[in-house]
């Protein structure tokens, strides 16, 4: 005779007042007390992908200069453009990536940027294509 041989097969106690709860139900009991809050946050932000910024060739660099020197004889015509620029994530190395069609309506040369019609500034150092429409 084991120990437990005179118990182990009798049927499991059901209440007659309480019906059995679910199993998510009584997951759900514990559910507010994680031990470490925040932590999911944390892995996510971890997994988040950034890219790098890739640094131009000189050939890939002249042409831009060309492009923005096209740029500044045509400012008061505020001209139409496509750039590509890298915008640098806050929290962490790295950024992304972005392409979008803008209005050119100043060329800052003091803070080397260009302020767009909608009011977007854009940094030189982070454009890496401008396509001229």
Known sequence: ?????DIINL??????RH???PAEMRAAQFAPFAALTGYDDVIHEAARY?????????????RLDQTVAEIRARIKEQPSATFTYFVPDELK??????????????LDEVK?????TDDTRLHISHITDIQLD
Do not use: I, W
């Open 50 to 62: 950034t890219e790098s910024e890739v640094e131009l060739s000189d050939n890939d660099r002249e």
């Open 11 to 16: 049927p499991h106690h059901t209440s007659r």
């Open 93 to 106: 190395a790295g950024g992304k990536y972005h392409t979008r069609n803008f209005r050119v309506k100043q």
């Open 1 to 5: 005779m084991n120990n437990y041989d």
């Open 19 to 21: 019906p059995r709860m």
């Open 112 to 116: 080397h940027l260009f302020v767009m």
